[in-house]
């Protein structure tokens, strides 16, 4: 049971961030969707334009201040830049699908385009998350405390461990007398 509570601690982060992530996703998918089956009357590379244009902004309120906002970001400015600027590789992401589908000449049968939808959504969805994580909102630097209560539970009750300061190793000439000669 400890080596599942020891994996949750090291992936609990990522664990919540890819839920919220995955819950704004999928409302940004439904706008997505709606919107484009909504507008294909008006060509499929316009109507999945509008809509991710739309989802963009409803994706980005959501993941700013829900998602990630415990992560430090280098400015709203600079934040919605680089929001926008991934979410608009996400589009040529669906632009790429609707092309294969373009190319096996399937472009106006609509189950073909929602297919289409689903698997740029899929990728889209990969590669935003990833890399809203690495550029976007970055980790906070951890605290410098070292307080035992930031360590799982059992190595805290403990005091010692691996991920304890300094485990196995001598800070001071004080702590090697006794130990004698190697």
Same mark, same amino acid.
């Given at each position: 049971?400890?080596?599942?509570?020891?994996?949750? $601690?090291?992936?609990?982060?990522? *664990?919540?961030?890819?839920? @919220?992530?995955?819950?704004?996703?999928?409302?940004?998918?439904?706008?997505? %969707?709606?919107?484009?089956? +909504?507008?294909?009357? =008006?060509?499929?590379? @316009?109507?999945?334009? *509008?809509?991710? *244009?739309?989802?963009?902004?409803?994706?980005?309120?959501?993941?700013?201040?829900? #998602?990630?906002?415990?992560?430090?970001?280098?400015? #709203?400015?600079? /934040?919605?830049?680089?929001?926008?600027? %991934?979410?608009?590789?996400?589009? &040529?992401?669906?632009?790429?699908?609707?092309? *294969?589908?373009?190319?096996?000449?399937?472009? @106006?049968? &609509?189950?073909?385009?929602?297919?289409?939808? =689903?698997?740029?959504?899929?990728?889209? #969805?990969?590669?935003? %998350?990833?890399?809203?994580? @690495?550029?976007?909102?970055?980790? !906070?630097?951890?605290?410098?405390?070292?307080?035992?209560?930031?360590?799982?539970? /059992? &190595? $805290? +009750?403990?005091?010692?461990?691996?991920?304890?300061?300094? $485990?196995?190793?001598?800070?001071? !000439?004080?702590?090697?007398?006794?130990?004698?000669? +190697?």
């Amino acid at each position: 049971m400890s080596n599942i509570r020891t994996l949750y $601690a090291r992936f609990r982060q990522l *664990i919540h961030e890819g839920f @919220k992530f995955l819950v704004i996703g999928v409302v940004g998918a439904i706008i997505t %969707f709606g919107l484009a089956n +909504a507008l294909h009357s =008006v060509g499929p590379y @316009k109507a999945i334009t *509008i809509a991710t *244009i739309l989802a963009t902004i409803v994706t980005y309120l959501g993941n700013r201040y829900w #998602t990630f906002r415990h992560r430090e970001g280098k400015g #709203t400015t600079r /934040d919605s830049v680089m929001f926008f600027l %991934f979410n608009g590789v996400g589009l &040529l992401i669906y632009w790429g699908c609707i092309g *294969i589908i373009d190319l096996a000449g399937l472009r @106006k049968d &609509l189950v073909w385009y929602n297919v289409a939808l =689903v698997v740029g959504t899929a990728l889209g #969805t990969l590669f935003r %998350f990833w890399s809203y994580r @690495k550029w976007i909102w970055l980790a !906070r630097p951890a605290p410098a405390s070292g307080k035992l209560e930031e360590l799982p539970d /059992d &190595l $805290a +009750a403990a005091g010692t461990g691996p991920l304890s300061y300094g $485990a196995g190793v001598p800070r001071s !000439r004080e702590h090697t007398e006794g130990l004698g000669e +190697a």
